[in-house]
């Protein structure tokens, strides 16, 4: 009979292995229609509220895009974070986060129109969003953009405002941009799951090697009915395997201690409770988006 010592040291070390290497699934942001080509991401627009959402809420996205060669990745955060006064201190310790997780000055940039500051209480307005964002859309191309969801992770009104000032934009920009841009938002999960730390990269690194199983037996079933109808081994319009997965991305430790490092770069905003957010966050670890598809 095996020990309860025994069965505690395969779980740690399986969860510990499983926090080695990073992973991700859909890692382009990849869909595809019906017998459509898949499209991919080429510019991508990361868009936050405030300083120090980069690393609290977006960490392993930049990390992992930051390995992808033929990606380019943008930053533009909407405000300085003055409602405490200290808006050029966390503009600095914001170009010093950018700095360690691998943005550079020429793919970066804070708004902090006056109408967009940062305000525990009050919403911003979705067309000021819109006209805020739509010359660096129209300017550098980009196909997506990356954003809270509309519970904001942290219920901040700033961060549930920026997607419906994103959907007008998309909707605005239609026909001015050749490149269509989508929007995919980070998705919030319940307060059990928010704070369960390294546990949730090994638990979707689980969730992504069971979907890529699956993808193994059906291409395994593809290739046996190929035998007698070999039109399915050669498409007219190959499918992306990754098209129907949610766009993950898990960091391994080294991963996290760097976004442990850029986090420390936003000095002012190291209060008691925050330690608490970046030892136990999900969010530390594991990004997952939803595609929200705008009525245009």
Same mark, same amino acid.
Request: glycine fraction near 4%; proline fraction near 5%; hydrophobic fraction near 45%.
């Given at each position: 009979?095996?020990?309860?010592? &025994?069965?505690?040291?395969?779980?740690?070390?399986?969860?510990?292995?499983?926090?080695?290497?990073?992973?991700?699934?859909?890692?382009?942001?990849?869909?595809?229609?019906?017998?459509?080509?898949?499209?991919?991401?080429?510019?991508?627009?990361?868009?936050? &509220?405030?300083? !120090?959402? *980069?690393?609290?809420?977006?960490?392993?996205?930049?990390?992992?895009?930051?390995?992808?060669?033929?990606?380019?990745?943008?930053?533009?955060?909407?405000?300085?974070?003055?409602?405490?006064?200290?808006? *050029?201190?966390?503009?600095?310790?914001?170009?010093?986060?950018?700095?360690?997780?691998?943005? =550079?000055?020429?793919?970066?940039?804070?708004?902090?129109? =006056?109408?967009?500051?940062?305000?525990? +209480?009050?919403?911003? /307005? @979705?067309?000021?969003?819109?006209?805020?964002?739509?010359?660096?859309?129209?300017?550098?191309?980009?196909?997506?953009?990356?954003?809270?969801?509309? !519970?904001?992770?942290?219920?901040? =009104?700033?961060?549930?405002?920026?997607?419906?000032?994103?959907?007008?934009?998309?909707?605005?920009?239609?026909?001015?941009? +050749?490149?269509?841009?989508?929007?995919? +938002?980070?998705?919030?999960?319940?307060?059990?799951?928010?704070?369960?730390?390294?546990?949730?990269?090994?638990?979707?690194?689980?969730?992504?090697?069971?979907?890529?199983?699956?993808?193994?037996? *059906?291409?395994?079933?593809?290739?046996?009915?190929?035998?007698?109808?070999?039109?399915?081994?050669?498409?007219?319009?190959?499918?992306?395997?990754?098209?129907? @997965?949610?766009? +993950?991305?898990?960091?391994?430790?080294?991963?996290?201690?760097? &976004?442990?490092?850029?986090?420390? @770069?936003?000095?002012?905003?190291?209060?008691?409770?925050?330690?608490?957010?970046?030892?136990?966050?999900?969010?530390?670890?594991? /990004?997952?988006?939803?595609?929200?598809?705008?009525?245009?």
């Amino acid at each position: 009979m095996i020990s309860t010592s &025994a069965i505690v040291v395969l779980i740690v070390s399986i969860v510990l292995g499983a926090l080695y290497k990073p992973l991700d699934s859909n890692g382009l942001f990849a869909t595809q229609k019906p017998r459509e080509w898949d499209i991919t991401s080429k510019n991508i627009l990361l868009v936050t &509220a405030h300083p !120090d959402d *980069e690393t609290m809420f977006f960490a392993p996205t930049i990390l992992s895009l930051q390995r992808k060669a033929d990606v380019n990745l943008y930053h533009l955060c909407l405000s300085n974070g003055n409602a405490e006064g200290l808006g *050029e201190t966390r503009r600095r310790e914001l170009d010093h986060s950018l700095d360690i997780l691998g943005i =550079p000055l020429t793919k970066r940039w804070l708004i902090n129109h =006056p109408d967009l500051q940062d305000n525990q +209480t009050a919403s911003w /307005n @979705a067309d000021v969003i819109a006209r805020s964002l739509e010359p660096y859309v129209l300017d550098l191309n980009v196909d997506t953009i990356l954003t809270f969801d509309q !519970d904001g992770v942290s219920s901040h =009104p700033n961060h549930k405002s920026i997607p419906e000032g994103v959907k007008l934009l998309i909707q605005n920009v239609r026909g001015k941009s +050749t490149a269509h841009p989508r929007l995919y +938002t980070l998705v919030s999960v319940s307060l059990p799951l928010k704070y369960i730390s390294f546990v949730s990269g090994a638990l979707t690194k689980l969730d992504i090697s069971r979907y890529l199983f699956t993808l193994q037996l *059906e291409f395994l079933v593809i290739r046996v009915l190929g035998i007698w109808y070999p039109d399915l081994l050669n498409p007219a319009i190959p499918r992306n395997p990754e098209a129907h @997965a949610m766009p +993950t991305f898990v960091l391994g430790y080294q991963g996290y201690l760097k &976004a442990l490092e850029a986090m420390k @770069a936003h000095e002012s905003q190291l209060v008691w409770f925050r330690y608490l957010y970046v030892a136990f966050s999900r969010y530390m670890w594991v /990004n997952t988006y939803s595609q929200v598809h705008v009525q245009l």
